[in-house]
């Protein structure tokens, strides 16, 4: 005669799984942490601006031929300039404090192409002629190459 056993397990409570972890849009702030974050990201703003801002007006350019600085001139006296470069004539518009090529004897015509002279693009140049304008700015502007 086999004899069988019947055990009853008591009802054990059923383990309760780990909270998640909060996240970012969860987080409780207090009125300090608040604070912190909006001084933070003044100060960021401030900083961002007065680092990536354009550089004041420059009232003067330079005019390189060749890789040598030949003139200075001032961009408050309008009026049309013939440079000359290697290959033959450039010539130069100077109105309301901007400059830019007109015209060069180049084939490409890039420089005619990148238009008025301004402190954002600070440099423009006919390569095939070696003639180059450059902003002389009392001020560099910070750019993320010359850090």
């Given at each position: 005669?086999?004899?069988w056993?019947?055990?009853?397990k008591?009802?054990?409570?059923?383990?309760v799984?780990?909270?998640?972890?909060?996240?970012?849009?969860?987080?409780?702030?207090?009125?300090l942490?608040?604070f912190?974050v909006?001084?933070?990201?003044?100060?960021?703003?401030?900083?961002?601006?007065?680092?990536w801002?354009p550089?004041?007006?420059?009232?003067?350019?330079?005019?390189y031929?060749?890789?040598?600085?030949?003139?200075?001139i001032?961009?408050?006296?309008?009026n049309?300039?013939?440079?000359e470069g290697?290959?033959?004539i450039?010539?130069?518009?100077?109105?309301n404090?901007?400059?830019?090529f007109?015209?060069?004897?180049?084939?490409?015509?890039?420089?005619?192409?990148?238009?008025?002279l301004s402190?954002v693009i600070?440099?423009?140049?006919?390569?095939?002629?070696?003639v180059?304008?450059?902003l002389?700015n009392?001020?560099?502007?910070?750019?993320?190459?010359?850090?």
């Open positions: 005669m086999s004899a056993l019947l055990v009853i008591p009802d054990l409570p059923k383990p799984p780990p909270k998640p972890t909060p996240v970012l849009g969860l987080i409780k702030l207090t009125g942490d608040k912190t909006l001084i933070s990201v003044c100060i960021i703003a401030v900083l961002f601006y007065y680092s801002s550089a004041s007006d420059a009232r003067y350019a330079a005019v031929v060749g890789g040598e600085k030949r003139y200075i001032d961009l408050h006296e309008d049309v300039l013939d440079i290697e290959d033959g450039s010539q130069l518009e100077i109105r404090g901007k400059v830019r007109i015209s060069s004897p180049c084939q490409s015509q890039f420089c005619l192409r990148n238009g008025w402190p600070g440099v423009i140049a006919c390569l095939p002629n070696g180059s304008l450059e002389l009392q001020d560099k502007p910070y750019d993320g190459i010359n850090f």
